[in-house]
T-cell receptor, first 114, second 110 residues
Framework: EAGVVQSPRYKIIEKKQPVAFWCNPISGHNTLYWYLQNLGQGPELLIRYENEEAVDDSQLPKDRFSAERLKGVDSTLKIQPAELGDSAVYLC????????????FGPGTRLTVL | QKEVEQNSGPLSVPEGAIASLNCTYSDRGSQSFFWYRQYSGKSPELIMSIYSNGDKEDGRFTAQLNKASQYVSLLIRDSQPSDSATYLCAVTGSARQLTFGSGTQLTVLP
């Protein structure tokens, strides 16, 4: 069974540029999460989807971040415009359904903003 | 106070020893408790989950949970150099959101 797939794995951009990350969860997993992980810290939730509905986006900086999961499968996270402080690893995770707490992570996208 | 606290380490143990990793949490309504292993430059990998008080063993790993003390630990027996990684404690609170600690960096010395 394939795991969570993310792309790109690495991205280097200049500040004020836009950037997008893509995630395909484990097949059959209804719940999808986007996390941000800074160096030396644990992952921090940005947004959670149940199928195509964003049910927890309280930690998403909505002035510059947006996300979508149009068909309830893969998802895209976008930053526009990027700031220096956005440099981090962006992790996608999925779980079978909300209420099943075991989450499985993708390899992440390491973003560097210059 | 952080919701999930771990000793940041680094923790060094000799090969073959027992490594003990500790975690405390603040939300008394927490239901589910997890340990993730994260190798440098890699994503977190779920290695243990525990839901009720007591011990849960899986191979060389034992998770221990004490809800009254709001404490969860991970013991790694017969530690191997391949166990060298950062170990993240994660807790599902009363809002059912998974919250991570900052991780404990473990080094197993050959």
């Amino acid at each position: 069974e394939a795991g969570v797939v993310q792309s790109p794995r690495y991205k280097i951009i200049e500040k004020k540029q836009p950037v997008a990350f893509w995630c395909n969860p484990i097949s059959g997993h209804n719940t999808l999460y986007w996390y941000l992980q800074n160096l030396g810290q644990g992952p921090e939730l940005l947004i959670r989807y149940e199928n195509e509905e964003a049910v927890d986006d309280s930690q998403l900086p909505k002035d510059r971040f947006s996300a979508e999961r149009l068909k309830g499968v893969d998802s895209t996270l976008k930053i526009q415009p990027a700031e220096l402080g956005d440099s981090a690893v962006y992790l996608c995770a999925s779980s079978l359904r909300y209420g099943n707490p075991e989450q499985f992570f993708g390899p992440g996208t390491r973003l560097t903003v210059l | 106070q952080k919701e999930v606290e771990q000793n940041s380490g680094p923790l060094s143990v000799p090969e073959g020893a027992i490594a003990s990793l500790n975690c405390t949490y603040s939300d008394r309504g927490s239901q589910s408790f997890f340990w993730y292993r994260q190798y440098s430059g890699k994503s977190p990998e779920l290695i243990m989950s525990i839901y009720s008080n007591g011990d849960k063993e899986d191979g060389r790993f034992t998770a221990q949970l004490n809800k009254a003390s709001q404490y969860v630990s991970l013991l790694i027996r017969d530690s191997q150099p391949s166990d060298s990684a950062t170990y993240l404690c994660a807790v599902t609170g009363s809002a059912r959101q998974l919250t991570f600690g900052s991780g404990t960096q473990l080094t197993v010395l050959p």
